[in-house]
């Protein structure tokens, strides 16, 4: 396996895979999301691996916050925006890797921290961050109330 930065939008590996971990965004929107954070290199990382034949693995993405991130007590602090690995890559070190580069990458960056988060039903996700070493600090449930508008 071999871990690189991913620099460029026309890697035929990055959307395919965005596009399998957050199925609901259109492939607009992640586009313009790929390339925003390419603009942006001190703010975003991307990751990924590749299997010896160049194929992606999975890949990881990342921003330095510097708002408040639940669970922390620092700042800036690396966060993990994504983390994706392929069903047939499971299990082999992949998203241990990716999360080494973040992490190593946060650090270049003055983080302490490296924070993430995952819906409260993905218990898989769950399980593979406690794996990776983060502990879970908080649980919320959002509301929304919708308002009559004013005239």
């Known amino acids: ?29 992640h586009l313009e999301e790929m390339a925003s954070f390419l603009r942006e290199p001190g703010r975003y990382a991307q990751f990924i691996v590749r299997a010896q034949n160049g194929r992606g693995l999975g890949f990881a993405e990342a ?5 408040y991130v639940n669970g922390t007590e620092s700042s800036p602090v690396g ?3 994504g983390l994706f690995v ?28 490296l924070a993430s988060d995952t819906q409260p039903e993905n218990l898989v996700s769950q399980s593979v961050h406690q794996r990776l070493g983060f502990a879970e600090t908080e649980r919320a449930v959002f509301y929304s109330k919708p308002l009559k508008p004013q005239n």
């Open 63 to 67: 921003s330095i916050r510097t708002d």
């Open 1 to 29: 396996m071999k871990l690189e930065p991913l620099c460029s939008i026309a890697d035929a590996d990055w959307l395919p895979m965005r596009l399998e971990l957050w199925p609901d965004c259109p492939r607009e929107q």
């Open 86 to 113: 392929k069903a047939e890559a499971r299990g082999q070190g992949v998203a241990k890797l990716l999360v080494g580069a973040v992490s190593e990458w946060a650090a270049a960056h003055g983080c302490v921290e």
């Open 79 to 81: 966060y993990l925006e």
